[in-house]
């Protein structure tokens, strides 16, 4: 059978849902709760752009996600440069997009580009992934990526480090707006789509926090003003 | 009592006397609960927070015929196989169908409590293929052969020395002092297996109707890589994780994140709607998604209980519910723990045979009271209660009850008889705690009250007779 | 006001002092205070426990009892609530679902009502000891009460509150949860009774005298020379 049992539990719930349950979340609600935007009792995010970078690059703080402001984009050529010394880079994984072409191919390091057919060990082997991003979110200081902002589904996972080249323009301030410029990128949502909220962690062991548990250790946001 | 409940009651009385246990779980919540409250305090009103989350899942919960529909058909039209899989049996054969179609060997697997239920990767172990769990609290019990002990924090119970020494036996690999060290050590041996992998199985926290999406929730990353790099994807989905509107997650996803591990938001959240779409480079070929029942739809039917179908597997109730900080999560004997594990594990495996975890409650409402999507679960708990003496009275609590309820209703009664059991307050304080003492449960750990010397109605009686 | 009192059989039969207290602070403000000799339990052990039908008959008696109440006010948070909050629950769907509502909606636990209804705070009671609160589950999550106690206390000449870390968590007492998992019971208790001792009071309070059975139980046998009252006994020195 193709689809399973799909008729017999569809049935079942059908039946199921001929009693009515109690809506008792609705006690202590406000009243006309449905015509608030739910995301307006989250925690609030300013209105305006200066304001908004601030709370970015506060959240980026608390995840250990390093922000560093560019001015224009032969800046941004500047820091990945620096980037890629510091961290002592051999060879990284990209894509072509507007904000890194030109720094990335700057770098003269050997480029596995993910946006046409690679090797998956090939890209393993890199030391640093370097990607655009759909937006940057200003309320949880991550940001989100699909296969077309961010050269596919593994680059921005897979290499130890991560740096995503975005432009203010980009931030946003929750995620309500997130998935807006979602629908507007792509018309209906992509196959693939993730919020990245600080580089790789975990708690599991004694509950102390380590980074780098199986996605990248270390995450950089190049932020271009212009 | 059922055989279940026996071994409930060994196992609580065990860790109840486990000391050192009791100090190691309550310090490793210590930290969950202030970071949790700093969160919470950043909401603009984090209360209509709940109670909009709350709406969101009650919608979908009570229209999940419909949502299921759409969603199964977005998903499709994206190349997604959909599979209904109306029991855990079912769900198993499928998906043990899909690896051997596809050539699989080797399967890895980030977190699913869905999977757990269904015992998947034993069903999968059994035909031959190799699983790994790439999560790695998960990975950490998996070497150990033992259950998680948090469906959020699978390996919260154990020491740094102990997965030391489970890593050194199991792994081969060198000593190490800290938790990081041993991160590394796992980071190294789950880095060949993601990129070895034939297929990856993953779960799903939330599955969004309107776009045709699963979500899935993690801070490691091991979920992104299971279902990126392999080139067959099954995801297996409990349904009443459906959410209509891909703007609920705005809501649900921070929350989510803030009661289950005080975090403003958890570091990865993805969307998956389909295979490798033309236009993409990577990402599996070939992408599955079982929708499970396995008894949801016997929670459903009961409308009074029907909330606990809401349940984001946050944990948060886990965290505050102050049985499972002195019994521990194995104590359950079942895949969910907690008082959410309690209100839906008689449902899903048996009233008479789990009723004892609806019993096993001071019913003191810390989980209700923390419930980002307000499940009204200690009340459930009651309610259970009531439907397991319904079903089947306990031969001897029925006429204890039945003469408690007689002896009541006769204020008379009462008045003669109440001051003569205040009488063998001495006699019952001589042979507290001994076998033949019929409060031992009470006395065997603590003291009676002494007996006062007037009753209040023999207070009220001697005021009014004054005047 | 006329108030009726509503006496828990184990506070009548235990701690008569927390309803004594009672009458004394209602009389003391002025008011008519009667006691229906009728009543005896709330049912609560029989519902708790899973037998609706025998909780609901021992409620029946209570529904004749406060029949003509206009007002009813009690000494405990977990009997209360199983008034104000089980009581429809229990009722629903039978004759007498209205009364029951009605007597759900003029019940009071005692601190609210003083602090919410009566609006007082400050009853010239007096009491010098250093003090910690233990606030009873279903008073805190069933009626919502917390700054309640707090509030009249505050007022106590002599008393020093201080909070201790786990003030709302639970006891572990929960009825004939206590003798059912008497080991979890205990343990719960241990945690709670370490959590007053180390805030270093001579005395623990609550609004639930079950709950300090609980708590006292454990202390005694620890040997512990802290004592504990229930908040009206405390609040009746005067």
């Known amino acids: 059978m193709p689809n399973g049992s799909r008729e017999k539990i569809l049935q079942r719930i059908r039946e199921a849902l001929a009693v009515k349950a109690p809506a008792r979340h609705l006690a202590g609600a406000v009243t006309g709760l449905s015509d608030h935007r739910p995301q307006d009792w989250l925690p609030p995010v300013p209105s305006s752009v200066a304001e908004r970078i601030s709370l970015f690059e506060k959240n980026s703080l608390d995840l250990k996600t390093e922000v560093r402001c560019c001015a224009d984009a032969s800046a941004v050529a500047i820091e990945l440069a620096a980037l890629a010394r510091e961290n002592a880079w051999k060879s990284i994984g990209s894509h072509h997009f507007v904000l890194g072409n030109e720094a990335v191919s700057a770098l003269g390091l050997p480029v ?70 979602l629908r507007k990128n792509h018309g209906s949502p992509p196959a693939f789509a993730s919020f990245i909220t600080g580089p790789s962690r975990t708690g599991d062991i004694e509950r102390i926090l380590v980074l780098g548990a199986h996605g990248p250790k270390k995450l950089t946001v190049l932020l271009v003003q212009a | 009592m059922s055989a279940e409940s026996l071994q409930f009651h060994r196992d609580a009385d065990r860790l109840t006397h486990d000391l050192q246990h009791r100090a190691w779980i309550q310090k490793a919540l ?44 977005k998903l499709a039209a994206r190349g997604t196989k959909v599979f209904w899989a109306a029991d855990g049996a079912e769900a198993a054969e499928y998906i043990a169908s899909v690896a051997r179609d596809a050539g699989v060997k080797r399967i890895i697997k980030s977190k699913t409590m869905t999977g757990e239920e269904i015992h998947l990767p034993q069903a999968l172990e059994k035909a031959g293929l190799e699983v790994v769990e790439s999560d790695l609290g998960e990975f950490i019990v998996q070497l150990r052969g033992e259950p998680p ?67 899935i929730t993690e801070n490691e990353g091991n979920a992104r890589l299971s279902t990126s790099l392999p080139k067959v994807l099954v995801s297996i989905v409990g349904i009443e994780k459906v959410v209509p509107k891909l703007d609920d997650l705005a809501v649900l996803l921070p929350m989510l994140a803030t009661a289950g591990a005080a975090q403003n938001m958890t570091c990865y959240n993805t969307l998956l709607g389909g295979p490798r779409q033309p236009g993409e480079t990577d990402g599996p070929t070939e992408f599955h998604v079982v929708l499970l029942d396995n008894r949801r739809t016997a929670l459903l039917a009961d409308a009074e209980q029907r909330d606990a179908l809401h349940c984001i597997r946050c944990g948060a109730c886990l965290n505050v519910c102050p049985i499972f900080k002195n019994i521990g999560g194995h104590s359950y004997g079942t895949t969910y723990q907690g008082p959410i594990g309690s209100v839906i594990t008689p449902h899903l495996r048996g009233l008479q045979s789990w009723k004892h975890l609806s019993f096993s409650s001071s019913l003191c409402g810390a989980c209700a009271e923390t419930c980002p999507v307000k499940i009204d679960l200690h009340h459930h708990l009651l309610q259970s209660r009531r439907n397991a003496i319904a079903q089947m009275p306990v031969w001897w609590e029925k006429p204890i009850f039945s003469g408690f309820a007689w002896f009541m209703r006769r204020p008379g009664l009462y008045r003669f008889a109440a001051p003569m059991l205040r009488l063998a307050a001495p006699l019952l304080h001589a042979i507290r705690g001994n076998d033949i003492d019929p409060l031992s449960m009470w006395t065997r750990t603590r003291d009676l009250p002494p007996a006062p010397p007037q009753s209040f109605k023999e207070y009220w009686r001697d005021k009014n007779a004054k005047r | 006001m006329k108030i009726t009192l509503f006496i828990p059989c184990f506070i009548d039969q235990y701690y008569p002092g927390a309803g004594i207290g009672m009458v004394r602070i209602l009389e003391k403000l002025g008011h008519i205070v009667e006691y229906p000799d009728s009543q005896t339990c709330c049912g609560q052990p029989a519902f708790n426990s899973g037998y609706w039908d025998e909780a609901r008959a021992v409620a029946e008696s209570m529904l004749d009892a406060f029949r003509d109440a206009e007002v009813v006010v009690g000494v405990s948070g977990s009997c ?38 009566l609006g007082v705070g400050d009853l010239g009671a007096s009491f010098p000891v250093k003090a910690t609160f233990h606030d009873g589950c279903h008073g805190l999550r069933e009626l919502g009460i917390k700054k309640e106690p707090r509030g009249l206390l505050k007022h106590v000449r002599g008393l020093e509150l201080v909070e201790m870390k786990e003030a709302e968590t639970c006891c572990g007492f929960g009825g004939t949860f206590s003798v059912k998992f008497p080991e979890i019971s205990t343990a719960m208790g241990e945690v709670k009774c370490a959590s007053i001792l180390e805030t270093g009071a001579d005395m623990v309070i609550s609004n639930d005298s079950s709950c300090l059975m609980q708590i006292q139980g454990l202390f005694d046998r620890q040997g512990q020379k802290i004592k504990s009252m229930h908040l009206a006994e405390v609040l009746a020195h005067f």
């Open chain 1, 112 to 181: 596995v580009f993910t946006d046409q057919p690679y090797e998956t060990a090939d890209l393993e082997r890199c030391d640093a992934g370097i990607s655009g991003c759909d937006c940057l979110v200003a309320q949880t200081g991550g940001l989100l990526v699909t296969s077309a902002s961010a050269g596919g589904r593994v680059l921005s996972v897979l290499p130890p480090h991560h740096v995503v080249i975005a432009s203010a323009a980009q931030l946003v301030g929750d995620l309500a707006d997130a998935f807006a410029v």
């Open chain 2, 149 to 215: 002990y948090h469906i959020v924090f699978p390996s919260m119970h154990l020491t740094r020395g102990e997965i030391d020494d489970t890593f050194q036996r199991k792994l081969g690999s060198a000593h190490a002092d800290t938790p990081e060290e041993l991160t590394m050590i796992a980071r190294g041996v789950m880095r060949q297996k993601y990129c070895e992998a034939d297929m990856g199985i993953s779960g799903a926290n939330f599955a969004v109707a309107e776009t045709g999406h699963i979500s």
């Open chain 2, 30 to 73: 210590g930290g969950y609960y202030i970071k949790r409250d700093e969160q919470k305090a950043k909401y603009t009103d984090w209360q209509q927070a709940r109670s909009s989350a709350a709406a969101a899942k009650y919608e979908a919960v009570n229209h999940l015929d419909k949502y299921l529909v759409e969603l199964s058909d």
């Open chain 3, 80 to 117: 209360g609530a199983m008034l104000k909050v089980f009581y429809p629950e229990l009722f629903h769907g039978h004759p007498r679902e209205v009364e029951a509502k009605a007597l759900a909606a003029k019940t009071h636990e005692f601190s609210s009502f003083l602090v919410n209804v």
